[in-house]
């Protein structure tokens, strides 16, 4: 070792590790200063305002997201709202200028009412549509060419070549189980079995509860509508009287007064016209107007109240019978209805309100005053007070429910408001009628066989006229005016 020069010597001390640890030392590590002092808590950060994204000052650009304020629109709606917003849309029907109106007025409601939003929003467009004139005529403006403008009209897309493997296929439309709206939307059909179960729940529950109801016996029924021949001019209105309960009601009373006077309101005009020829030969004297209209838009029932109100002084009787059956789901009509809802309940507290002027005028006469409503009660069940129109709980046991205790509360709070009209929610049993005619397939061939099972508990629909021109004319229903006095009662046991 003595030979080796003294660069030698340092790089044998570099690979031999005991001579290395002479020449490396470990690193030197920093110790942190300890803390002293006192401790200052922080306070938690509150937020104290909410930032409204369509009015708010952020950028257009920023490396998170792209958003211009002219695209932001009026209206900011959270997911939920928005998914329904979209589908109130897609179920509005734009097919006439007048629906359409009705439609967009019905869509911007629903739409500021979710968003919190009072007032109108949107543009609102006012104008009447330009016709061009024809070439030749004065006035007409021809069509000018925009330069730099691609015409489109004689261009046909290449189609592509695809592998026949790779290649999918849409199903059929007639034989699918869904209405495809567009290739983006899709729309699952309500389940059939599904909706005839629940129908066939309340046809059963119907038939049994209607079987148990106690009425009043025949006899008495008809010793009562014999007396009815002192009655003389009656002036009534029937709505649903082309068929059914309505028709065999309208028709005792032609048979058992004189000179009645009776508008029938029905959506069916050879029914009517048919009915109007039957009545006219029960009864020379007495006189049938037939009014063509369907009651399930509130706008015809104004109509239908507006041209009485033309003709008539007073009317002694409303009579409500007109019913909807469906195995659909929700199924709205251009005013924003579930048009069983609004057949069963709606138009006829539209038609009792309306005309309340005019029936009121016979009670002050001293003269007969009814309102008869026939639907189900006693049948109520629970309904939804957050959602009385039943837009997101419907069912059809649910749309029952609410027609019915909303009936009760109608006739209640009329009843109320006006003491010298009677007025009844009746519940006719069960009465074979042809509000099963909406029905079609073996929905319908199902329930013609339920009734001949059940043919020992079911009213025949005369006798169930009979029962209600009772319920219009005896003293056994009196206003609550006349209950707060006496009960004209002697005749049950004359």
Same mark, same amino acid.
């Given at each position: ?30 110790? *942190?200063? +300890? #803390? %002293? ?35 932001? +629109? ?24 007048? @629906? ?32 061009? *004139? ?14 730099? @403008? ?10 592509? @070549? ?11 439309? %007639?034989?699918?189980?869904? =209405? ?10 309500? *389940? ?29 029924? /008809?010793?009562? =509508? ?5 009655? !003389? ?6 709505? &649903?009287? !082309? ?27 050879? /029914? ?10 029960? =009864?020379?004297? &007495? ?10 838009? #509130? ?13 008539? *002084? ?45 029936? !009121? ?13 026939? #639907? ?53 049993? !069960? ?11 073996? @929905? ?51």
């Amino acid at each position: 070792m003595s030979a080796l020069s003294e660069a030698d010597e340092d790089y044998v001390y570099l690979l031999n590790p005991i001579r290395t640890e002479r020449h490396i030392s470990a690193p030197r590590t920093r110790r *942190k200063p +300890g #803390l %002293s002092g006192p401790i200052v808590t922080r306070q938690p950060r509150i937020k104290t305002a909410s930032f409204d994204l369509s009015t708010s000052s952020q950028p257009d650009r920023s490396q998170h997201y792209t958003w211009p304020i002219n695209s932001r +629109g009026q209206i900011v709606l959270e997911e939920k709202d928005y998914t329904r917003a979209r589908d109130v849309l897609l179920r509005l029907d734009f097919a006439t200028p007048e @629906v359409a109106t009705t439609g967009t007025k019905r869509w911007t409601d629903e739409v500021a009412v979710m968003a919190g939003t009072p007032g109108q929003w949107g543009q609102r467009i006012v104008g009447e549509k330009v016709t061009p *004139k024809p070439p030749g005529e004065p006035g007409h403006t021809p069509a000018q060419s925009i330069p730099n @403008v691609l015409d489109l009209t004689s261009m046909r897309k290449k189609r592509k @070549v695809e592998n026949a493997q790779n290649r999918v296929l849409l199903p059929n439309a %007639s034989t699918s189980d869904v =209405n495809v709206l567009n290739g983006t939307m899709i729309r699952k059909k309500p *389940k059939p079995d599904t909706l005839l179960a629940e129908l066939a729940t309340l046809i059963i529950s119907s038939l049994i509860f209607g079987a148990n109801a106690e009425m009043v016996s025949i006899d008495i029924v /008809r010793q009562s =509508n014999e007396g009815a021949k002192e009655l !003389t001019g009656l002036v009534g209105v029937f709505v &649903g009287a !082309t068929s059914g309960i309505g028709e065999s009601t309208v028709k005792e009373l032609f048979k058992r007064t004189v000179r009645p006077r009776i508008y029938i309101v029905g959506r069916n005009a050879d /029914r009517g016209n048919r009915i109007v020829s039957e009545l006219r030969s029960l =009864n020379e004297g &007495g006189e049938v107007i037939f009014i063509q209209r369907d009651v399930s838009l #509130l706008a015809h029932v104004d109509e239908v109240c507006k041209e009485i109100e033309q003709k008539e *002084k007073k009317i002694h009787m409303l009579f409500l019978t007109a019913g909807f059956m469906s195995l659909r789901g929700r199924n709205e009509t251009p005013e924003g209805i579930d048009k069983k809802m609004a057949v069963n309940y709606y138009s006829r507290m539209r038609f009792a309100i309306n005309l309340m002027p005019l029936i !009121t005028a016979a009670s002050a006469a001293s003269e007969l005053s009814r309102v008869i409503t026939v #639907l189900a009660a006693g049948s109520e069940g629970d309904i939804r007070l957050d959602d009385l129109e039943l837009k997101h709980n419907f069912t059809l046991h649910a749309c029952l429910a609410h027609c019915v205790v909303m009936s009760d509360f109608m006739v209640e709070e009329l009843a109320s408001r006006y003491p010298g009209t009677a007025f009844s929610h009746s519940y006719p049993g !069960t009465v074979k009628t042809g509000i099963a005619s909406e029905l079609s397939g073996p @929905v319908r061939l199902a329930i013609k066989v339920l009734y001949s099972v059940v043919a020992p508990w079911i009213l025949n629909v005369q006798e169930s006229g009979e029962r209600h021109f009772f319920q219009l004319t005896s003293q056994a229903y009196p206003a609550a005016r006349a209950r707060a006095g006496q009960r004209a009662l002697t005749w049950l046991t004359a």
